[in-house]
């Protein structure tokens, strides 16, 4: 890992830099980094899943340490201000950080993952520089536009028009489901510049400021799980998006998004290792204290198999995620491998939180134990950054172009 130059950046108050200080102090160890997000988790964000799940709502002091602590910047370069964090070491952070509910990663995770890698990978040096520095600290918050209402698993097929007037292009059309859209200050919107070209070759990719008129975000959507984290459409009327805006050439947008995630799957799939491995150590505390027939539930054989069930998994999506990780490291096309950890440890995870509850019993229905919570907030990862269904159709498509 390298070090991570960017903390203590002047554009956050003297009371967040505290843990920069700390930070900078450890900053040639893995272990070390590792060691105080796990801290953080423990100490700040376990106490306050429940209050935060009952209020929608992450409190802004969390907030306030989560930037100062650098997990917005993980992944931009140090240049712009962020840690420059190696696939490898996001996904063993973002393991960590899988040990609090979702929601509080969803806060950072489109500013490390989808919201900027589009521009850390295809941006020109001006987007960079104007933009990266207030993603990296987390003063703008930033969201990834591509799935419209009749766009979903089909997303090379956006109907939202990007029409070019001199030096502007103007937008119209409508995003669903957008991650942080209601926080966001930049967004990046994939919009059809080319009517003509089929499916991805005519999108290209835009940063589209929040404050431009004809920008407007809907209310959030009442969802099934991760309360705390938001999603709402963002619709374009005639918005006039400065031409040195888009990201990357004409036309290569789909790539753009395609490429971004890519990437953004690797991250998930830690995220659903983390919680996994979260929720066996539950399963065990519990399984050991909860006494029936006269003895400890983890002393049943039938008990142990689902626990042996959940670590085998947990252990395969684990090494699968970190694998490809290093693969990507290394420069190599991970399109196959991202989706086969994605495919994996989402449908890992669904089924680690239902043995989660069937282990705890009643507890597991009800919500004081939080089992049900995790239950129902890792279902999405099933569905987002591209459907399981979409995940074999990718790793079928890779598999038969390599050839087995
Ligand atoms: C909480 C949440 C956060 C999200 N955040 C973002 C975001 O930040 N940015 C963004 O752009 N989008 C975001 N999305 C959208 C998300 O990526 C889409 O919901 C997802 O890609 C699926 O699209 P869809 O909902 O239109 O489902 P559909 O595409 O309609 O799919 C419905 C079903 O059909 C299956 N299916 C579709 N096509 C095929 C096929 N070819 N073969 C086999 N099965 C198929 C699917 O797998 C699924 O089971 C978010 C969604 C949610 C719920």
């Known amino acids: 890992m390298r070090p991570a130059a960017g903390f203590g950046k002047p554009c956050l108050p003297a009371r967040e830099r505290v843990l920069l200080d700390l930070m900078a102090l450890d900053t040639d160890t893995r272990d070390q980094l590792l060691g105080a997000i796990r801290r953080f988790v423990a100490e700040r964000l376990r106490p306050m899943e429940a209050a935060v799940a009952e209020a929608d709502a992450i409190p802004d002091d969390i907030l306030a340490e989560m930037k100062a602590l650098g997990l917005y910047g993980l992944s931009i370069p140090e240049a712009y201000g962020g840690l420059d964090l190696s696939m490898e070491d996001e996904c063993l952070v973002v393991m960590e950080l899988g040990r609090a509910s979702p929601a509080f990663r969803s806060a950072f995770g489109t500013n490390v993952g989808i919201g900027s890698q589009g521009l850390v990978m295809f941006g020109t040096e001006d987007q960079k520089t104007r933009w990266l520095p207030g993603i990296a600290s987390g003063e703008t918050v930033t969201s990834f536009a591509l799935t419209e209402p009749e766009a979903g698993s089909d997303s090379a097929s956006v109907r939202t028009k990007a029409t070019r007037e001199g030096d502007v292009y103007v937008l119209n059309g409508s995003k669903r489901y957008i991650t942080n859209a209601n926080k966001a200050g930049l967004f990046t919107v994939m919009a059809r510049t080319n009517p ?209």
């Open 196 to 404: 003509e070209a089929k499916g991805g070759a005519g999108v290209s990719a835009f940063l589209v400021p929040r404050d431009l008129p004809g920008l407007t975000v809907g209310k959030p959507e009442k969802k099934m799980g991760q309360q705390g984290a938001h999603i709402c459409d963002v619709t374009f009327e005639d918005v006039r998006v400065p031409a040195e805006n888009r990201l990357g050439a004409e036309g290569e947008g789909f790539k753009v998004a395609m490429t971004v995630l890519d990437r953004g799957r690797l991250h998930i799939s830690a995220m659903c290792v983390g919680v996994a491995e979260r929720l066996l150590t539950d399963c065990v505390a519990y399984a050991a204290e909860r006494k029936q027939f006269g003895q400890a539930i983890a002393s049943f054989q039938l008990v142990q198999g689902m626990i042996a069930d959940c670590k085998t998994e947990a252990l395969a999506a684990r090494a699968l995620t970190l694998e490809s990780a290093r693969k990507r490291d290394a420069g190599e096309n991970v399109t196959l491998e991202a989706a086969a950890a994605k495919y994996y440890a989402s449908e890992m995870v669904g089924r680690v939180a239902d043995k989660a509850v069937q282990i705890f019993g009643g507890a597991g229905y009800v919500a004081d134990y939080g089992i049900e919570r995790l239950y129902r907030d890792v279902r999405i990862f099933r569905i987002y950054e591209g459907t399981s269904q979409i995940q074999q159709v990718v790793i079928a498509r890779e598999t038969m172009k390599r050839g087995g």
